[in-house]
């Protein structure tokens, strides 16, 4: 091991210096140009001709080799290691160019090593070793310079001598004995070597400078690396004035703040800042914070009142104090537990919903007897669009007699919007929770987070991980958010979240929430809204004191222009109808007092849907099925047709992985059982099947349309017509059973707005038929089933009648004609038609 730093001003080495340079003038000419040496490998060294350097050796080899050379003429050959680590190298493990050395001193240390003092000669190159034991030889070729001393020579080392002039200047780690060296150099190429050796530079640098054998090229490299090292000085000396010139105006700052803080207190004056602490501190005496916040905001206040005025963590702290106080940690409305009080407010404010009602009650019930023994409860109402789950919150809050505020949740991608930045943050504040809170202004408020199932996540994190906490009734007393850094109870304010569907939901959230579903409005319902809420408040909206619509308009309104769960469309189409009315008024023309349904046409145009069957007639491969959407339930038409091909079935609109699924089990269990069904004459290798959902623009998916695409399925071939009157819905397995499906009183309402007679369901089904109002099972057939056939029984009507001719004489029939039978004909007239579309005459304009 060979380590050492390169000096030029050490006073004891004058002498060894003179005898060296009398060594390489007198040997300069007689050497040869290809010399055997011992060899040094060097570690973070490399020795530049002409340097003097102390060189530490630990390694056996190196330690022969010195002692060699010191018996011999004292020379060796320095090369420098690629790689540090490398305890034995080798010769790939060297660089090619080192320099011949001369020892001129050496010493045993304590510790083992060697250390000695070299002067470089010149460079060499390595050729190849002659023996690696008990020391490396090896042998080396000279190197010859080529002087130049011309014009751009002579001006590139004035350059280069004046930024090492400004260099030394600069730095503190070069004396000024380094550039009188310099000054004093003659020779190009020496001074590149001089300058290369007391710069701060790593080993790559400093052996490419070795390694450049044109003199005006290492000048060249030189003069760039002291450019960089200038800037680098240049820059520190900046930054560093700047630093003292900033303590230098604190300091003056703080010794004149405090000498006017003694002569305003002198004076009976007081600091404006002051007076500002001594405002939060009494407020964070008497706010109700717990202890451990307490302390926290006054040893804020500590660092605030230690501070200057304008230094940058001011405007934060006091940002943060003043969040602390505004909070409240401990003020809280009282509870009206009245029930009865509760429960008409509820019954005035919302007509149905008596799910979502009678949980409320039971709430205010159980905190009358056990009072603050009972945690809040966390509900989640889910249902439709416009079912009322916003507005029943509020009229929640009302009875219960708290304060009331909302967070809307749709669109969140970042989990800080709930826990809040951190303060380290420029414009750091604390997340939605807690400023919700301060605007609450109590610890018990109702708290709605809306639309809690439109939640996103991405690289800032999930923002319903954070819920986890905040809906957690043990977790919620110490809710921590990042900005406020302390705990924030949460345990008595009463959650409510709002939902149109479940399956968003992340399960660890939805097991914290006690779901309470909002199904969409039947009929009936939706009239009674419109009755009592709608049409009043549309017109005192709109200035209107005498204008009546009848049910029978507004059933119209609700059957033929809207198609929804909840009520928002027909309120809008009330509204329509009295911008109308109150435009006229405001005109001056005699505007109508009752709104008749041949003016409807006038307000709202023609119908936008039809009321009445999913069919008009019996047909072969129709079949009428239920769905659920966000807007409710609706029917759904399942098509089949058959043609030649060669068994492909092509499934279209828009179909879902599990509707495809479901199609592929109808099809296997046609084929399975096409004995039974009586489907004996088709050929299903030579046959395609083309199974279509109309609205093929709305995607669709679900297991329930199972039964459906069977029975249409069947129906085209078997040439047996669906009952247009018969709906039907549920899952089918590959043995023909009939499995539950979910959303029933959506589909029950579904089918009793298209006019539907009979409905087949599944079974297991028949548990959730106590959901659905007594009214609409009135004149609706309920088929439950458990297989396939009992589906086919209920769905499909006999097949037509085979004409048959009577032969004019007895012949032999042919074989052909023997196997295969007549192909069924097709029904040609439907019995029972129905007509949905009523003929109407465009009414007049109203007066």
């Not at 040094?40 to 530049?48: E, S």
């Not at 009972?374 to 079912?387: A, D, E, K, Q």
């Not at 339930?633 to 828009?654: A, F, H, I, P, R």
Request: proline content about 6%; charged content about 30%; some cysteine.
């Amino acid at each position: 091991m060979a380590r050492g730093r390169i000096s030029t001003d050490d006073p004891g080495m004058e002498g060894f210096e003179a005898f060296l340079d009398n060594e390489i003038t007198r040997e300069q000419q007689s050497l040869e140009e290809v010399l055997e040496l011992p060899v040094l490998p060097a570690r973070d060294t490399v020795i530049f001709p002409h340097m003097v350097a102390p060189l530490f050796v630990g390694r056996e080899r190196s330690i022969r080799a010195i002692e060699t050379a010191m018996v011999r003429d004292q020379r060796v050959a320095v090369f420098a290691q690629r790689d540090e680590d490398v305890q034995e190298p080798g010769i790939d493990d060297l660089y090619p160019i080192g320099t011949e050395v001369l020892i001129g001193r050496m010493l045993r240390m304590p510790d083992g090593t060697t250390s000695v003092w070299v002067q470089g000669r010149r460079r060499i190159r390595l050729l190849g070793f002659t023996a690696e034991n008990p020391y490396i030889m090896a042998r080396v070729e000279t190197v010859t310079e080529v002087e130049d001393h011309s014009l751009t020579t002579e001006a590139l080392m004035r350059a280069v001598l004046a930024l090492f002039e400004k260099v030394v200047r600069l730095s503190r780690n070069l004396s000024d004995d380094a550039f009188v060296a310099a000054m004093n150099v003659e020779e190009p190429g020496w001074l590149a070597d001089l300058i290369g050796s007391v710069l701060s530079l790593d080993v790559a640098q400093r052996q490419e400078l070795l390694e450049t054998e044109d003199v005006v090229a290492r000048l060249q490299k030189v003069s760039v690396l002291l450019a960089k090292e200038l800037d680098v000085l240049e820059l520190e000396n900046r930054i560093h004035s700047q630093v003292q010139q900033e303590v230098d105006r604190s300091q003056r700052e703080f010794f004149l703040r405090e000498q006017m803080r003694i002569i305003q207190s002198e004076l009976g004056e007081s600091d404006p800042q002051m007076q500002d602490i001594a405002e939060l501190r009494e407020k964070i005496a008497n706010c109700g914070m717990p202890d451990e916040v307490r302390e926290r905001a006054n040893k804020e206040l500590d660092r605030l009142l230690s501070m200057p005025s304008g230094a940058p963590e001011v405007g934060i702290i006091r940002t943060y104090v003043d969040w602390l106080v505004s909070l409240p940690w401990s003020h809280a409305t009282e509870d009206n537990l009245d029930i009865a009080r509760a429960a008409q407010i509820l019954e005035e404010n919302h007509y149905g919903l008596p799910k979502a009602k009678e949980r409320i009650l039971e709430h205010m019930a159980v905190r009358k007897l056990a009072g603050d023994k009972m945690r809040s409860p966390i509900l989640c109402f889910v249902g439709p669009p416009g079912t009322g789950k916003t507005s029943l919150g509020k009229s929640i809050a009302q009875a219960l007699g708290r304060n009331f505020v909302r967070v809307s949740l749709g669109g969140i991608r970042d989990e800080a919007e709930i826990r809040g930045h951190r303060r380290t943050y420029v414009g750091a504040l604390p997340g939605r929770i807690i400023q919700t809170m301060r605007r609450a202004g109590s610890i018990n408020p109702l708290f709605m987070l809306d639309e809690i199932d439109k939640i996103g996540t991405d690289f800032r994190g999930d923002p319903s991980a954070a819920l986890l906490e905040v809906l957690d009734p043990e977790q919620n007393h110490a809710f921590s958010d990042h900005y406020l850094e302390v705990p924030y109870d949460l345990s008595h304010v009463m959650f409510i979240t709002t939902a149109n569907i479940l399956d968003p939901i992340p399960p660890a959230l939805h097991d914290r929430l006690e779901v309470i579903e909002f199904p969409g409005y039947i009929e009936e319902e939706k009239l009674e809204i419109a009755r009592r809420f709608l049409v009043p408040r549309q017109m005192e909206q709109h200035g209107l004191k005498e204008l009546h619509i009848p049910d029978s308009v507004l059933r119209q309104i609700i059957r033929e222009y809207t198609s929804e769960a909840g009520v928002r469309n027909l309120e809008r189409c009330i509204a329509n109808i009295c911008r109308k009315v109150a435009r006229k008024v405001a005109e001056g023309k005699r505007a109508p007092m009752r709104i008749t349904s041949h003016s409807l046409l006038c307000y709202l145009g023609p119908p936008q849907y039809t009321y009445g069957l999913a069919e008009e007639q019996d047909e072969v491969g129709v079949a009428t099925g239920l769905a659920v959407t966000e807007a409710g339930g609706d029917t759904l038409s399942v098509e089949v047709t058959t043609m030649e091909g060669k068994g492909n079935l092509s499934l279209t609109g828009q179909l879902g992985d599990v509707m495809q699924e479901s199609a592929q089990t109808a099809l296997s269990y046609a084929r399975s059982h096409a004995k039974e069904l009586n489907i004996t004459n088709t050929d299903f290798d030579k046959i395609d099947i083309h199974v279509h959902v109309p609205e093929g623009a709305i995607p669709k998916d679900g297991p329930s349309a199972g039964i459906t695409i069977a029975t249409a399925l069947i129906s085209t071939l078997t040439g047996r017509p669906v009952h247009r009157e018969v709906a039907m819905t549920g899952e089918i397995t590959l043995r023909g059973r009939v499995l539950p499906i979910g959303g029933l009183r959506e589909k029950v309402v579904a089918a009793h707005r298209a006019g539907i007679k009979t409905l087949v369901l599944p079974k297991r089904n028949e548990k959730d038929l106590v959901d659905v109002p007594r009214h609409l099972l009135k004149g609706l057939k309920l088929v439950p089933v458990e297989r396939m056939e009992q589906v086919l029984e209920a769905a499909l009507l006999p097949a037509p009648r085979r004409r048959t001719r009577q032969p004019a004489r007895t012949r032999r029939p042919s074989p052909q004609s023997s196997e295969q039978p007549a192909a069924p004909a097709m029904q040609a007239e439907s019995q029972e038609q129905s007509r949905r579309r009523q003929r109407r005459k465009t009414p007049p304009a109203p007066e």
